[in-house]
């Protein structure tokens, strides 16, 4: 086979806690994440040139080597430095569907679907766990972006604990579009702001991390109890985001009043998303944020929940 085509799976996140300092400087989390699917189309093609190109139709997403797609090409090739002499080099393509800058971990999910297509094109022979250790080298979702489904992400959020998947719930997304929010400004922000509430001892961390798996969150995730999943929702990005951000704010607000279920902000935002029960009703609040808030800068998605992280087309 000389090309693969994937789907990368948007993750959201159905609640993020901020536990402490690493000493890695990075910090220690503890979260539920999500895949929907609303996904990039991303091919790897196999070229003669020893090089790694990029195309992407999306002109806010860069093509050069600062790309995460790139960047995870890179690595294979520097931990596999004969798979080029053997199977030449690689055209990646990528199909923007996923907004940018999102909290949705559009770049993530990218770097995930090349990890995955490059393993069978280069048919390197590599384990789901292998792929997500390479992964982690690259940014912390990117271990989740690969395994996807429903899962509690701990440590950096490299850390990955799959639960059985929900697949019956549904979400509207919605981002102003030239609105994004940077991962690293919303981190440093919550440090300098809520830096005196961090676990500090290790030990304790740890405790922290373990406590999730008995959490309400956890226990209405195994009833795929929708309702008490929205009564769960917690991100505590939004506590220095929202501030930052009246529009979001007020988009958080409108959502929250249309949709029954429960409204949150995904990740570093400035994305906020609100359950649904179904296809139809997830329609429906669609329409009623759109009326109630006619910017044509505000991009909406219906979205179901999905198990799958990365997969092939078709
Ligand atoms: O790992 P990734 O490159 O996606 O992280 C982006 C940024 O988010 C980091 O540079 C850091 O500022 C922040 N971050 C953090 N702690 C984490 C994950 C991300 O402080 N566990």
Known sequence: MRLYTLLASAK?????????????????????????????????????????????DHPEVPTDGSNLAVRAAQLLVDTFPSVMAKHGGVEITIEKRIPVGAGLAG???????VLVGLDMLWKLGLTQRELQDLGARLGSDVPF??????????????????????????????????????TPWAYTTYRQQFGHTYIADA????????????????????????????????????????????????LREVMAQTGKLGTLMSGSGPTVFTLAASAAEADAILNRVRQTLPDPDLDLWPVRFTQTGIRLEG
């Open 12 to 56: 959201i996140n159905l609640y993020l806690e901020i536990v402490g300092d690493r000493s890695d400087g990075y910090h220690e989390l503890v979260m539920v994440m999500q895949s929907v699917d609303l996904a990039d189309r991303v091919t790897v093609r196999s070229i003669g040139a020893d090089e790694i190109r990029l195309r992407c």
């Open 203 to 250: 030990t304790e961390q740890v405790a922290r991390r373990q406590l999730v798996h008995s959490s309400e969150m956890i226990a209405a995730i195994a009833h795929q109890d929708g309702a008490s999943i929205g009564c769960h929702l917690s991100n505590d990005l939004e506590k220095v985001v929202l501030p930052a951000h009246a529009k979001v704010t007020q």
């Open 107 to 113: 770049g993530s999910t990218n770097a995930a679907s």
């Open 145 to 182: 972006c690969i395994v996807g489904g429903t899962a509690i992400a701990t440590g950096r959020g490299e850390v990955i604990h799959s639960l059985n998947g929900l697949d019956n719930l549904y979400a509207v997304l919605a981002k102003y579009r030239s609105l994004s929010v940077s």
